[in-house]
């Protein structure tokens, strides 16, 4: 038994992501992705920011990795370029592209600091894309190359494995509401993606343990908690399952049943009749997880509406007139109340609780809080602090209520804050902060937040930083680099 709340070998990290942080657009022999591609486009992005210069982690690494070290950090979640490792998406291989992933391997050598690798944030290769994405079917070979040809070179050094970050996003605001990546607004082609997302993940969980045996390999998915507007209404609450099998079980039960769940199959029974699901996928997905990567940042709350009027924003992941839910015309999101983050969503560390005690129960795995954190504007004072109380408020509770899943039984392993620092947050640009860190963009420096302090004393201490202890181990001026 630990004397502390949090065990020994509980890992402390924080999370970032390669388009969002890296910046080295043309450098290394990277080529483009869907992103670079998107952001380029005109009215895509706010402001039509793009990751060209991001944070400039790729030249700035090994300081962005000291300060993971000065923050104490037992992990770092980070995600491969695989524009940047095979550029064409089929081609070679590229070592300049292995080259830069070892020297971070290599810093994060020195501080001790476990790393945990993600082969899809969302930057595929524009030549995957020209071909028919993530809707078509042969993309799930090139995944599975991809990820085969990745885990071979860095076998020795990483461990943890994670194929694809988010796949809802990926698959909705991809390929149907439109508002990421490459843009589409195709809602049968966004199922099909569902799938191949799934099935390229199985099948590169058996072609990573044949070159990794010890491999520990995880999906990260994020949580959507569609609780019923009125529980007394029968029709809100199938509606808020609907949303729940259409967000959560879609890539859920084929893990766990093998299957798709029929109200999944049901409600989309109009746009496509599942002919991409071929004999065998499923027994291909079945059984594939050693570990969960669960993102929580917020709730939702729906209820039935034969005819929702959309405004922007409604679906609680983006400005768009498109529908990010095929198969749920009849859920209307519903205004989300309380406290609001800068992106709109609510802050709900019940919900977090209750999420992880669900998929506990569901999917009956060691779980990794792969993402968690919130972004709030974040003044600069003129003694330089920047007082996120918001930010650091919101750690802490979140952090209670995974202590409390775990009393109560969840398998939690590790906790990553999103993010390490501030960054390219897709379609918003930069206008979101994230960050431990904040990142003045004009000059690349980067400054603590109270936060980072607060984070630094809690992994001191492995329990929860009292809220009150703040000035009392925070640095005046905070630290910059
Ligand atoms: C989830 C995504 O994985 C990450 O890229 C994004 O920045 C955060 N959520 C915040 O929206």
New binding site residues.
Partial sequence: MSSTPFPDDFLFGA?T?SY?IEGGAHEGGRLASIWDTFAHTQGRTLNGDTGDEACDHFHKYAQDIKAMAEIGLTAYRFSMAWPRIRPTGDGDFNDEGFAFYHRVLDELDKYGIEPLVTLY??DLPQPLEDAGGWPERAIVDRFVEYARGTVEEFKERVTYWTTF??PW?TAFLGYASGAHAPGRSEPAASLAAAHHLNLAHGLAYKAIKEVHPEARVSI?L?SHLPRPWNVADPRDVAVAQKVDALANRIFMDPYTTGKYPAIVLDSTSSLTDWSFVHEGDLDAIKGTLDVLGV?Y?SSHVVRFNDAPHRPSGQDGHNSTVHHCWPGADDAEFMPLVGKRTT?GWNVDESGFHAHLMRMHRDMGLPMIV??N?A?WPDEVSDDGRIRDVDRYTYLHDHMGALLKARAEGADIRGYMA??LMD????A?GYS?R?GLLRVDYASQERTWKDSAYWYRETIRTRAIAPLDTLESVVENPPRAY
């Fill in positions: 999370s992501a969002q944030h969302w970050n988010e996003c990260v994020n993102n940042y992106m792969t993402e954190g972004s999103w993010s960054n390219f947050e897709w918003y979101k994230f």
